[in-house]
DNA sequence: CACTGTGAATTCCTTCACAGCG
DNA sequence: CGCTGTGAAGGAATTCACAGTG
């Protein structure tokens, strides 16, 4: 393996491609996909790939390519999802909904344990099989493994709501409020603005 | 003005940031806005945001900071959100029906001109006050002034979908599908999948 | 022989330090 | 005096080129 170097945040955020990438090229096969192959499905160089791989061990088979399963099962240990990661949703809305019937989460080894909302209308509805619960009680989470959240509430309630959430043992967050958590720096945060991330596009468009 | 140099990517990537900075901490009102009030709220270092903006003009005053409406305004220009964007939403299932009510938009001066959707048991009806029409009438957009588009369908429809708004005449595609499109060069993509951008949370617990 | 793994070269981006100006 | 604008320095990430190997 290659002598300790630091390992490149854009490489992290990389890792869940690759994972990706094998469990839709490589079929529930026992074959092998090259540097090549996976460029050319993910739109990056192959020695990109190489060299991110190459961070975490030697997983490929010179004159071959990487085995399918094995380094899958690499990546999900890499990123801690081998072991199923349980996540609350807070928010009960339209997006947060969406989110609880999103199916995407699965293969990624994630898990929606519970969804909280503060509309006394919504407590006690079920959504995607799981009763909505009172925000007020999410300290409660504190007895489970539970520390991912996804935030899915306007941003004035976010700030609030995370606090909360870091009481309660939360060490990851999926901020999808447009506005900036603060947080003790154990905690990390993955914040997606849909409108912001629009933004660029007309500036491309000649 | 800096003479010439490319503008990076990553400094395209900030700009609508820096529009929702100004837009959140200016209020309405004439003030201004240092690069350190904006780094505190953005989380970014000053000389970071000074380049950014010195790559588009001069807009600050010496000794002063950014004036608030001014700069709001410019930056508008540069990433072409002065004029009201049209975009059109494919899909009207759950996260179709949560974008196309989500207010954020409106800020950066999204539109959402046209909702679509091929289950026939929802075309004809309504969602934030759009009738929901049917896919296969998506051409039709061609002669409006739509260059935008909102991918919230499956995975295995999007490309597809994206080869017939290319068609279409839409130059710009937020897919929001866990899959690449191949689109023409002159078509630029912004792809998020939420799961996958979840997927580095669990690297970062100790 | 084909493809991986990797030091070295390159490119890209960020940060610094300070000149310039209101 | 305070804050912007920017060349230069520094750091980070990508790409190259090829040695190494099943």
Redesign the pocket.
Known sequence: ???YR?I????IRRMPRYLRAFSTLGGHGRGFL???QLADYLH?????I??D??YFG?????????PVSQTAEQIRKILKLDVSQKAVLIGAGRLGTAIASYPGFAIFGFNIAAIFDNAPAKIGKKIAGLTIQDTARLAAIRSGDVHLAILAIPGEAAQTCADTLVQAGVRGILNLSPCWLRVPKRVKIVSIDLAMEMGTLPYYIK
Chains 1, 2 share one sequence.
């Open positions: 393996m290659m002598k630091r490149p945040e854009e490489t090259s540097s090549r990056l160089n192959p020695p990109q190489r060299k791989l190459s030697d997983f490929g088979t010179r004159g071959v390519g990487y």
